[in-house]
């Protein structure tokens, strides 16, 4: 009996110790994985910039404004770092440090709406010996329901502009939600507002680095204008001898025909006339009525551009069509910002015009983006009323011409 109780201390004894070599270890390691990273993120620590990297356009990148309905007063800000991030991680471009932005804006009273007036922009550009600015404005940054749960979302759009003569040379809209790769068993589930936020960010970096060869050329600064050549100078001496008297040649009257003028044009087509300033009201008063359609309601948004949004209900509740129609106020910039959206894609032919149509094989969505003179169109529907969202699309397309 003493022999066992004896073996069972010693047991007991060399169990606590290897109990607390596991504690131990299990503390360490707890102490490993709680450096390591975030909570469901995972170790997140990158380096982008090297000493000595950083070619490309010089850019400034203002910070980022938010619509009303944007409820983190912070959204903006961490969008404005995270773009400044990632930026710098394409290598593509140097980026000026937020402190001295702000300190041009400051000594050179520059006030940032929604844009910058032009003699702000020059300010600017000759404070920071800048390519050009990225603006942006935040639309969403917070939760969103997605069935019976919640997710991370986050939409925002951003532009690059010539900070040498105002043009923009790159835009893009971003959205995303944390459920957007969501597959079976909740893999691929994206639950931090940090992690989805340098995702959209990262996806608007690789969409500028690979289109960086165009933007140095856009961005360049105009070559000087050639100086004139200068006339030889003729001496005395070269100079040809004069005759010592002349007669002179009186050249016959000849009667011209003054050269005919064109007429001006009086009128202009609503799509063309860029002389025209569209407000909510007018905007709206584009909406044509559609056969078998009720208009559902549309909302004003003024962004960069004057834009109206809503749908078009079906009349037998089967079924919805979203409208977007945006005021670009030039044909040149309506016709630019489509081709852009649509790069490398082929054009086909709807009412008349060019458009771009195409499936979205992923949600099951017919979409037909369109410029109308100053205008774009951007319609949506069911793929499986094709044939309806493109008749509803010339529709709208023959009025607003």
Known sequence: MTTRRGS?????????ISLTRIVAAAVALGVVLALSGCKDDGPSSKVFVKI???NGPRIAVLPFDTVGNVRSQDAGRVLTSTVITYLLSTGSFQVID??????AIVTNQIRITEGLKKADLEALQKALNIDGVILGLVEEYGDVRVGNDSYPCISFSARLVNARNGG?????????????????FDIGRISSMGKLSKSAVQEMAM???????????ALAPPEPAPSAPQAPTVTQA????????STPTVEPAVATTPPAVTPAVATAGKSTDESKTYGEAELKALLPDIAGYNKGEFDYKKHYHDTIEGRYNSRDGTHFIDIKLVDYR??????????MYHAGEEAGKLAGMPAFIKVDTEFSYQIVDLPIGRFGVFIKGPSAKKNDVERVASEFANAVK
């Open 8 to 16: 069972g201390i010693i047991g007991v004894i060399k169990m606590k």
């Open 52 to 54: 000595g990297t950083g």
């Open 98 to 103: 937020p402190g001295a932005l702000e300190e």
């Open 168 to 184: 923009i040379v790159w835009a893009g809209t971003i959205s995303k939600t944390g459920a957007d790769k969501v597959k079976v």
């Open 207 to 217: 969409s500028l680095a690979r289109t960086s060869d165009k933007l140095v050329i």
């Open 238 to 245: 070269e100079a040809p001898a004069q005759p010592t008297t």
């Open 330 to 339: 030039k044909v040149a910039t309506s016709e630019r910002f489509v081709q």
